[in-house]
């Protein structure tokens, strides 16, 4: 614990020390136009008791919604044993795994997340994870690039907008050219893609299912993307594979998204975790690192950090990205979330989010005033068109307890007035009949 000075004697030693005379001076460089220019009006301390009294009396007045929105974070049911797990002190490290005699569960738990996304993808290798969703699709792209010798890359107008917008801004700094292709009926419109595919394009990136919950033809555009040389790269809902085709099976280069579904919290945003794998030939050309299973001097199993990728460890211009570091703790929780329900378990709850979301979607629909706008096959979400303003319809059901009703319109101008209704495992019979029944209330 740092030693703190207590006495005047003491605080004139330590500014004494700092070559200063006043405790202001140590403040000097701080403009006076910000400083506060008074003492802080705090209220007088708290016993432990009075404290936690006046926290639960604040955490009171939070009002919890029930939620069925989406669009890219998702509310899942967290068995208990991944928090259990997860707050165990060994997790608990800011410590980068650099030194692995001494990092050896770290660096086992990393491999285990890995081996656990390439099953799921069924692709070959994976990385130790990413900032998030949108970060691994840009990142994706630049492996396209850096694999092809090629600087264009197709995205879907259907892939979630804000993996769009940070695939623009990763573009302008390296020199990439985004082409979207346009939609047709909620997905993405193969012939247009068919027109667009030609031997200048590094990669095609659609997403499944897309951001407006209907399921793409993956293969076909796949077969699109590799008639010219290009790199396939689907973005998928991990949770998805648990019904949908994985990435590996339909002929995917890459596969990426984003993990907070599996076991985090929505965490009002973040942190969250993003992941990529792929084939084995592209194994050099993806970023950050990659944790790898050996033997040491005694022959015993070990891991260690095979590829490093990173500025942190090789030449600036060698590296394959400058930015990306890996989310250890949210991708512990991730792996042990996949181990706790196994395969079967995993099946289940992606079953119950495509049930409860059709039977959402019907129920919604029959509602005087509501028009479904985009047809099946869908997987966990749908999109509705009501007769009253998306703003409008949100604010009644949440003076009603939910959250609900993303308004399409500011990312889809053709889908003006339109809203997007996500439904997941987490969200119970009697709460779908309970939205259905506050939406006619709103409505009427």
């Not at 016993?47 to 919890?64: D, V």
């Not at 997340?113 to 691994?136: E, K, N």
């Not at 891991?303 to 490093?308: G, H, I, P, R, S």
Request: proline share 5%.
């Amino acid at each position: 614990m740092p030693y703190v000075p207590t006495t005047a004697a003491e605080q004139q030693q330590m500014l004494a020390a700092c070559g200063a005379n006043r405790m202001e001076e140590l403040f000097s460089d701080i403009t006076a136009t910000v400083r506060l220019g008074r003492e802080l009006e705090l209220p007088r301390p708290l016993a432990e008791a009075e404290a936690w009294r006046h926290l639960e009396e604040m955490a009171g007045k939070n009002k919890r919604l029930i939620s069925f929105l989406g669009a890219g974070a998702y509310e899942h049911y967290i068995p208990s044993v991944v928090n259990n797990l997860l707050a165990r002190s060994e997790f608990y490290t800011a410590y980068t795994p650099y030194q692995p005699e001494i990092s050896q569960g770290t660096l086992q738990a990393i491999f285990e997340f890995q081996t656990l996304i390439c099953q799921l993808t069924g692709l070959d290798v994976a990385t130790a994870s990413h900032y998030d969703g949108a970060t691994a699709t840009a990142e994706a792209a630049l492996v396209a690039c850096n694999t092809t010798r090629r600087q264009k890359v197709l995205v879907s107008r259907a892939v979630n907008p804000q993996y769009r917008t940070v695939l623009a801004t990763y573009a302008r700094g390296q020199g990439m050219e985004i082409e979207e292709i346009a939609l047709a009926g909620g997905r993405t419109d193969l012939a247009a893609l068919d027109r667009m595919a030609g031997k200048e394009v590094a990669g095609v990136i659609l997403q499944n299912p897309n951001f407006l919950g209907q399921i793409e033809d993956m293969a076909a555009a796949t077969d699109l993307a590799h008639r010219v040389a290009a790199l396939s790269i689907a973005v998928v809902d991990p949770i998805s594979l648990g019904v949908l085709a994985a990435p590996g099976e339909y002929g995917a280069d890459l596969a990426v998204g984003e993990g907070q579904g599996l076991g985090n919290p929505l965490n009002f945003g973040g942190p969250y975790l993003g992941f990529i794998t792929a084939r084995e030939k592209l194994v050099r050309r993806l970023p950050g690192r990659i944790v790898g299973q050996t033997t040491d001097v005694e022959g015993k199993r070990a891991y260690v950090l095979t590829l490093q990728a990173r500025e942190q460890h090789i030449r600036r211009e060698k590296a394959t990205s400058n930015i990306c570091s890996n989310e250890a703790l949210c991708a512990l929780a991730a792996t042990i979330y996949l181990a706790a329900l196994g395969k079967e378990g995993l099946k289940e709850v992606a079953r119950q989010c495509l049930l409860k979301a059709h039977y959402a979607q019907k129920e919604l629909a029959a509602l005087p005033g509501v028009t479904p706008l985009l047809g099946d096959p869908f997987f966990c979400e749908f999109v509705l068109k009501t007769k009253l303003p998306p703003d409008t319809v949100a604010r009644g059901l949440a003076a009603q307890g939910f959250a609900a009703g993303f308004d399409l319109g500011p990312f889809y101008p053709e889908l003006e007035g339109a809203i997007l209704i996500t439904v997941t495992e987490a969200r119970t019979r009697e709460e779908i009949d309970a939205l259905v029944a506050a939406m006619g209330g709103v409505l009427a």
